[in-house]
């Protein structure tokens, strides 16, 4: 019999079962990022913009609480901009000092380097330290897999150090980097958090390309794509034109359909390959082509 709960009707993926995923290597990267905050002057945490709440690891900055952080949400240039201004504003009203990056612009960069030498100072000019820093500052980047660590670390840094790639995991290992101007930075591999407890949550997280792919259906990502655009009132933002419909489509199953025939992926018997249409949706997706999106919107935004 078919349950209308509005629980399940609102929520159409609770009760799927999570993939929990936490490889060991992670762990072991916690460890090691928590045995190395003793030797940092400052924490950046990148988190991405499309979904500054949901990429952020609650246990960094739980874990040290007196240590100068700085939240910084990068790929700025993916994420829908009125959307990024909000954010900007509730973090502002937090108390929590963030910076909107697009990690990809050298001058962005800069302007984010000059932060970092004046959070140190104003954190040892507040618990009375009064001799001058004679050393370089030394910051560690930590965040979750794929959101742009060690993009940022290249940027900072002429001869291209530290690997990166489209995918989660790149960086295997604690790297230290000397920079030209008086930074020693610590590039560190992406984590994520033990439990994840919401499907949602491990869609979105799919999607933005933080886990690993081959754990979900790709059909079931796209389906989340379509499900959040609609809820957040965004469809309209998505260039579906782009994947040459004509009209937004309802939803997951719609979009799928008419994807697979449009590009003429089909299965023997003329049956739609909707696997292949969900592949090709989310390489668009991730190629930027679909427009800018932003995932979530701040608690009690104002404006
Ligand atoms: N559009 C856009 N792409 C970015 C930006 N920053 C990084 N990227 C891309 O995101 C992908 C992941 O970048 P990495 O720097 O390898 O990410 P990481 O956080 O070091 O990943 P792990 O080492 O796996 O933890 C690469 O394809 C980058 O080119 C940005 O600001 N905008
Ligand atoms: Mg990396």
Redesign the pocket.
Known sequence: MKNNTPSITSDPFAGMALTGWYPGHMLKATRQMQEAVSLVDLIVE?VDARAPASTRNPEIRRSFPNKPFLLVA?????ADHAASRLWEKWFAEQGERAFF????RIANVRGLAGLWRQIVLESRAARGVTRPLNRPVRLMIV?V???????LVNRLHSRNKAK????????RHNQWIALDNDVELLDT??ILWPRILDKKHELLLTLLGIMKEDLIQPTLVVEYFCWIVHRLGNSEAVAWDALGLTTTPKDGAELLNALAQRRGLLLPGGIPDLDRAAIAIIKDFRN?RLGRITFEMPPKATE
């Open positions: 990148l990068n790929k700025t240039d993916l990056l697009d990690a990809r965040g897999p794929n959101v742009g660590k060690s993009t990166v790639g489209p995918k989660p995991g790149v960086t591999p992406g930027a």
